[in-house]
């Protein structure tokens, strides 16, 4: 399974965005997650959604106002109202464990290379 995210830029708050996450490879068992990292911080998770029954997660903060979805090899994820503090870059991964539901980064997480997202206020 390889991975590969697109979608980043540079975009006033209040705006929106879509990033994608286009994947190859056979990975429909896989768990697909969003996470995010600003220099110095730790990563954080965005979003995940479920490889077996679809299921998705979000951070506190992400709640409402992004939506991950998956369609045919490519997982999106839809950011609105952005704000300053969403600046950072933007990784998806795939976890064959998929453990979505544990907001955890499993030992065989694969990466994708990241995706800068610049929010201005």
């Known amino acids: 399974v390889q991975l590969q995210a697109s979608g980043g830029g540079l975009v006033q708050a209040g705006r929106s965005l879509r990033l994608s996450c286009g994947i190859s490879g056979r990975w429909d068992h896989y768990g697909i997650g969003w996470y995010r990292q600003v220099s110095g911080k730790e990563r954080e998770r965005v979003s995940c959604i479920s490889g077996m029954d679809g299921s998705t997660y979000y951070g506190a903060s992400m709640e409402g106002r992004f939506t991950i979805s998956r369609e045919q090899n490519t997982v999106h994820l839809q950011m609105n109202s952005l704000k300053p503090e969403d600046t950072a870059v933007y990784y998806c991964?795939?976890?064959?464990?998929?453990?979505?539901?544990?907001?955890?980064?499993?030992?065989?997480?694969?990466w994708g290379q990241g995706t800068l997202v610049t929010v201005s206020s």
């Open positions: 991964a795939a976890d064959p464990l998929d453990r979505c539901d544990l907001d955890a980064i499993g030992p065989f997480t694969i």
